[in-house]
């Protein structure tokens, strides 16, 4: 369905008419009454397209997604369009003709030698710019000097439209022009190599740049002759441009009644001459206020010849003193209404052709396109209203469409057009929100009635009018899609930033968290990571606020997209969010988050394999009490660490002095204690098992002293059941303590010697009447080197053995097993 020309598909008659239609007949409408109310769903226009070296899906409904292209998916090098292409491209860029009788065209007067100068510069490759006032001319001789131009260049006549546009996008224009891309648009280093080769005449009408964004374009297109024209308002060029100027003045008093002969179509009278000589000498020689000026003279004429007025007499009007009457005879109008013929010319214009200037200035100057017309003045027939202001002087062409002439907006807000602006650009907008968004207009028919939706879109924001701001938010939302699809990314920036703002006054945080989804996308496609950054880290919290799940996950998406990009790590952890905490079923090699506490330098003898034995034990049982180790355990618990160590050395010197002076300097025979049960992840819930003090006599039994106290929890490990393991290997059911700490075997077994490849263990448990047959209780009174010194460091000198070093043994080894029991002397 085309929403300008309906088809009769569009009333419900078919192809067929016959009565005889295969028996297919028009479905009834009585099944559409239980669903009235609901509208029909309608089909989403999404597009892919490629920016750069990125996959842009744009989606009208749910967003526009973007991810990295993969090796495959890359388009191919863009090619060429030939000169049969160029040429249908040119007559599709430039302005439609306005339907009604054809206008008159007008000759190029008192302008050959600057065409020829201008078509002498191009030759030798020089780049001019053509300077003069508004209504002098301009697109007049560039439209003479395309002609003229259109065999110097490989790639032939290229013209552009300057108007609101960058250097950026006069750069993509000219890649558009010459290379076929569809649905490409090359990033930054792309372009800039693929235009380096370009060998064009480029003509650009209008150019609103100068300075440094002028120089930018020259020196990116080396290969290209452009002729510039422009106003001499526009910020001149900078120095090292080099370029050529050439002024354009008015016309001599001549050629300017020349002119308006040619617009008239007849020659002018005195009368008429010597109103058109004061009107040059006020003008300034300017052709639009003589062409005006020749309208105005066109439509005197059209009203005389509708004036006939003939006076009725009974008699023979032969008998009448004055004869027959003659038509009334119109004065011209003054010297200042010639000066500034705007308003006389629009009152004397059809209603539509009025309400059509209405909306124009309603839209800054931008003029609807004539489809657009008969649905926004209402009338059928409005289409024809666009001949009539062309034909007047009101319109001047602006690339593919038209817009008012220099000094008619002006002219026309004066006169009392612009008392209902904002009512027709809100009418406006909701024309454009509905016709943008139907599937039946292109991308590039989007594109090209941009400036005049971007209007009506901008006049509606600043508007303290109930409802502007939510209308002007439909209509964003509606035609940003179609501009990206269309790639153009100027009028999708703009698009988005007046619709963002809009829904800001408007309360709508959801379209808000859209524009701003939207916005990241674009700025990711050119490039800006800390812009695209900002915007979507904006909208991920407003649809994390509006608990939008969808949304925000593609706004993460894309986000990590820019992470990868800028080359910053992606956290996976939010912040303000700790990383969680360590199992106690973690690999023995792996340390606490914070390192080894401090009060590890309390414990001299504790050793890397110390620490691991430490990470790797279960929690106690119920109800048994929890050790000083227990503390140690976590990273966060040094203080009490280091107050639990330093309680546990005093306890430990007053047992090893308890114990010297008990033993009479003689070492008791049999003195040990057995390793054969070990600490298991059954034993309890949290922190490291604390041996409980037992007073079974048979750990007694065989001692040569006949000491009646309970050995400590470590001391010298007996074989297990399984036998002796050898020193170098790794045994849970040995205790570490196998080490003397003078590096030589002694005749007393050392107390708490750690050994840096046994698990500390719990005293034996079985009954004194039936000690256990699986590992002897009493070692030999001289211990071989190979049973007690598997590795030998010696770190205290023998003297120290009775005291430091039992102590300082004993500290690692309690360290492990909880706090020994006193030795009763």
Known sequence: MDPTNRGPEDYGHGADRSGDDGGRRRQSRDPLTPDFGHQTPQQSRTVQLISGDLLLTVNPVDGSEIEACRPGELPDAP??????????????????????????????????????????????????????PAGSGRTAVLDAVAGDCADLAPDGVVRLSGYKRTATELLHGLFEAVYSAPLHRPDREGLLALVHGIGAVVLVDDLELGGAALQELLDATPECAFLFATTPDVSAPAAEANL??????????????ELMEHVVERDLTEEEANWAGDLWFESEGLPLRFVQAGALLRQRDDRRAGQEVFEQYDDDPEDSPFGRSEPADLPLPSLGEGAAPAALLASRLS????????????????????????????????DAALGELAGSGLLSPAGPRYRLAAGVLTQLEASGYGEDADAHARSAAQHFTWWAGHPSVTPERAVAEADAVLASMTRLVPGDAPGQASTAVLLARSAAPA????????????SLR????????????????????????????????????????????????LADKPGAVAGRRALALVSDRSGEPVHTTP???????????????????????????LFPRLTETSATLIARQGPPPAGRPVGPVGVLRGARRNLVAVGAGALLAAVLGTVVTLGATSGGGEDPEGQSVTTEQS?????????????????????????AGGDSGTPGPSGTATPSASGTPSPGTSDPGTSPSDTPTDGSPSDRPTEGSPSPTKKPTKPPTTPPTKPPTSSPTTPSTEPTPTETAPTETPTEPETSNSASGPAETATASASQDGPASPTTA
């Open 79 to 132: 090619v060429r369009h030939t000169a049969a292409q160029r040429v249908e491209r040119e007559r599709a860029a430039a302005p439609p003709v306005p339907p009604g009788p054809p206008a008159p065209q007008m000759p190029l007067l008192e302008r050959q030698d600057e065409r020829e100068r201008l078509v002498r510069l191009l030759a030798r490759g020089r780049s001019v710019c053509l300077t003069g």
């Open 244 to 257: 050529e100027e050439v002024f354009l003045t008015g016309l001599g008093r001549s050629a300017s009644i």
């Open 351 to 382: 209603e539509a052709a009025r309400e059509t200037l209405r909306f124009a200035v309603a839209l800054g100057g931008e003029v609807p396109h004539q489809a657009h017309l008969p649905a926004l003045v209402g009338d059928t027939h409005a």
């Open 483 to 494: 501009f990206a699809a269309g790639m153009q990314w100027g009028a999708w920036e703009k």
């Open 498 to 545: 007046t619709g963002q703002e809009a829904a800001r006054i408007a309360g709508e945080v959801a379209e808000e968290a859209y524009f701003h989804h939207e916005l990241g996308v674009l700025a990711l496609c050119t490039g800006h990571l800390d812009r695209a950054r900002a915007e979507l880290e904006a909208s991920i919290g407003m649809r994390g606020a």
């Open 575 to 601: 912040a303000g969010e700790e990383a969680p905490a360590r199992r106690h079923d973690a690999p023995a090699l792996a340390l606490p988050p914070g390192g080894i506490p401090p009060a590890a330098p």
């Open 679 to 703: 600490t298991t992840e059954d034993d309890g819930e949290s922190g490291v098992p604390a041996d409980e003090p037992t007073d079974d006599p048979a750990a007694d039994e065989g001692t």
